[in-house]
C-alpha cells in the first residue's frame, strides 16, 4: 500500500522559514521523480519546485532562491526548504511524485505566512 506522509507545515511570520518533508511508503521511491505543488484559496494547483531521478530541478519563478528542493532515497523522503516566506506564500502544499507507471500525491498541508 503506497502512502505519502506530509509534515512541517504551520504557521510563520513573513520572513521566517519552514521544511516540508514528505516520506513515502510502499514504492521504490528512487525511481519516481519528486514534486511539491501548491494551491491558494480560489487559485489552481501550481507547481512550486520539481526534482528528477538524475538529479535536475526546476522551480516557479516566484520561489526561485528562495525555495531548495532535495531527496533522502535512503529514507524514501523529499524536503521543501522555504526561506524567506512571504504572505503569498500561503497555500495548501501537497507533494508529488511522478513515475511511468503512474502519479502519487500527498495529503496536502497547509503553510500560512502571516505579514
Known amino acids: 500500500q503506497v502512502q505519502l506522509v506530509e509534515s512541517g507545515g504551520g504557521l510563520v511570520q513573513s520572513g521566517g522559514s519552514l521544511r516540508l518533508s514528505c516520506a513515502a511508503s510502499?514504492?521504490?521511491?528512487?525511481?519516481?521523480?519528486v514534486g511539491w505543488y501548491r494551491q491558494a484559496p480560489g487559485k489552481q494547483r501550481e507547481l512550486v519546485a520539481a526534482?528528477?531521478?538524475?538529479?535536475?530541478?526546476n522551480y516557479a519563478d516566484s520561489v526561485k532562491g528562495r525555495f531548495t528542493i532535495s531527496r533522502d532515497n535512503a529514507k524514501n523522503t523529499v524536503y521543501l526548504q522555504m526561506n524567506s516566506l512571504k504572505p503569498e506564500d500561503t497555500a495548501v502544499y501537497y507533494c508529488?511524485?511522478?513515475?511511468?507507471?503512474?502519479?502519487?500525491w500527498g495529503q496536502g498541508i497547509q503553510v500560512t505566512v502571516s505579514s
Open positions: 526534482l528528477n531521478t538524475g538529479g535536475s530541478t
Open positions: 508529488n511524485l511522478e513515475h511511468y507507471s503512474g502519479t502519487r
Open positions: 510502499g514504492i521504490i521511491f528512487s525511481s519516481y521523480a
